[in-house]
């Protein structure tokens, strides 16, 4: 069973920053590309980053340059450093390999006031 724990996620002003973090049970190494995805209230889940082992990255149209997805092999974390947050930020933010496993963790709720 795959365990992923986010965290870090919490209230931000718009215009903010907030860092997530997030902690694998699973063989980090075994995976090549991790990704953090959101999930807003009534709405499907979305890619938000993806980095690969190479250190590619790739991010959705709607947070492209203000979030910033990064990894710590040694410490095998992946992180997700947000700025200039906007209210439509709000959401669960999950970690999980991309393509994803079926296993999700519980998410980090970010909520951004306006």
């Known amino acids: 069973q795959v365990q992923l724990v986010e965290s870090g996620g919490g209230l931000a002003p718009a215009g903010g920053s907030l860092r997530l973090s997030c902690a694998t049970s699973i063989n980090y190494f075994s995976i090549n590309t991790w990704a953090w995805y959101r999930q807003a209230s009534g709405k499907p889940r979305e890619l938000v980053a993806r980095?690969?082992?190479?250190?590619?990255?790739n991010y959705a149209e709607s947070v492209q340059g203000r979030f910033t997805i990064s990894r710590d092999d040694i410490k095998k974390r992946v992180y997700l450093q947000m700025g200039s947050l906007k209210p439509e930020d709000t959401a669960v933010y999950y970690c999980?390999?991309?393509?994803?496993?079926?296993?999700w963790g519980q998410g980090t709720q970010v909520t951004v006031s306006s």
């Open positions: 999980n390999a991309h393509p994803s496993y079926s296993d």
């Open positions: 980095m690969s082992t190479a250190g590619s990255t």
